[in-house]
């Protein structure tokens, strides 16, 4: 019998460049997003010199550019300036006051003892390490909708009043989350609001021949296919049309294609989600996860095993996605106790 992995070291004939395809693939250049970024930069202008900046609440659908502008504009600022501190926080993977502080001191490099601090302690180092070495910091707070402490807005918020600089940007698909701030909060931030529109079936089909052109090899693709995955991109999202071109491209080298088919892309589109909730704004991850649990119920090793075949995340994100759905009310859960092994939860569909 041949080894199971003969060929893995083989040159793949498609994809030259996978983490061009990838979400978190940042590029040298961002299209149709110059006016967004223009704001995000005049908003934090005011830092370079530790002054006050605006704080920024950004919201749009999912897979319209907003913390790929974000990471953008804070890549030059750092390029320009080493001034200030920008820290950037999911709030799926770090939702409490508590581990948005260590995030902070994670990016400081500041030592704690090892018997731990309580929270205020340990902002209370943060503010020293700002007041000492005059740095201001940039929170940047991705997915806030998954924050569960809204009191950290408040005494961050606050913390310019005791001459300490911080500035704040929050992103996320709900538009509604500052207006269900507490009004102390919301008088606090003084968020200013950015929407960033879906992209248009000609913007999202640029985007993929830009992307494809430095991602996949030459005439391993046409630009009927890009067309055709530009079109079926639901709510102008980039990111899933790049998550279809991945895919295609994946399945055409799994299949030994020269080039990337039409079929492949069809097939692809035929194998994915039919849950269609659009008032939840389900991820693709989510959608994914439902998916799985639509067939029964399954045990939390044997969903990250088959999730992880599928879409590559950690398996803390993972278990954000499925703590988001257990908040939707989408998906239970059941510690699964066994003596010798790590707990478990068996995870089903809730009726």
């Known amino acids: 019998m041949p080894n199971l992995f003969d060929g893995a070291r083989d040159e793949p004939r498609i994809i030259i460049r996978e983490e061009v395809?990838?979400?978190?693939?940042?590029?040298?250049?961002?299209?149709?997003?110059?006016?967004?970024?223009?704001?995000?930069?005049?908003?934090?202008?005011?830092?370079?010199?530790?002054?006050?900046?605006?704080?920024l609440f950004i919201h749009g659908p999912s897979g319209t550019g907003k913390t790929s502008c974000v990471k953008y504009v804070i890549k030059q600022l750092l390029d320009y300036s080493s001034n200030v501190l920008p820290v950037?926080?999911?709030?799926?993977?770090?939702?409490?006051?508590?581990?948005?502080?260590?995030?902070?001191?994670?990016?400081?490099?500041l030592p704690l003892p090892r018997r731990g601090l309580a929270t205020d302690e340990i902002?209370?180092?943060?503010?020293?390490?700002?007041?000492?070495?005059?740095?201001?910091?940039?929170?940047?707070?991705?997915?806030?909708?998954?924050?569960?402490?809204?009191?950290?807005?408040y005494v961050v918020s606050r913390a310019n009043e005791k001459g300490v600089v911080f500035g704040i940007i929050g992103i996320a698909n709900d538009k509604t989350i500052p207006a269900r701030l507490d009004l102390r909060i919301r008088s606090s931030l003084r968020f200013s609001e950015m929407e960033f529109k879906q992209y248009s079936e000609e913007q999202l089909a640029s985007i993929l021949r830009v992307r494809a052109e430095a991602a996949l090899a030459p005439g391993s693709y046409d630009h009927r296919l890009l067309s055709k995955i530009a079109a079926s991109a639901e709510s102008g999202s980039a990111r899933l049309a790049l998550e279809r071109l991945w895919k295609s491209a994946k399945r055409a080298e799994k299949a030994n294609h020269a080039k990337i088919m039409i079929q492949d892309f069809e097939d692809i589109l035929a194998s994915e989600s039919t849950f269609k909730l659009p008032e939840l704004k389900l991820s693709s991850e989510e959608t994914l996860i439902l998916e799985l649990l639509k067939e029964g119920p399954l045990e939390s090793s044997a969903l990250y095993d088959r999730f992880l075949k599928e879409i590559p995340k950690t398996k803390r994100q993972i278990r954000n996605y499925l703590d988001?759905?257990?908040?939707?009310?989408?998906v239970s859960s059941e510690e699964l106790e066994r003596p010798g092994m790590l707990n478990s939860k068996m995870l089903k569909l809730k009726k």
């Open 21 to 55: 395809l990838l979400p978190d693939y940042i590029p040298d250049a961002l299209l149709h997003r110059d006016p967004e970024l223009q704001v995000i930069a005049d908003g934090i202008k005011p830092l370079v010199s530790r002054k006050t900046p605006e704080n």
């Open 88 to 109: 950037f926080v999911n709030c799926w993977e770090n939702s409490t006051q508590l581990a948005v502080y260590n995030r902070i001191v994670e990016e400081m490099r």
């Open 123 to 153: 902002f209370d180092r943060i503010m020293q390490y700002v007041r000492n070495y005059k740095k201001p910091i940039l929170l940047i707070l991705d997915d806030m909708d998954g924050l569960r402490h809204d009191e950290l807005l």
């Open 324 to 330: 988001l759905l257990e908040r939707k009310g989408l």
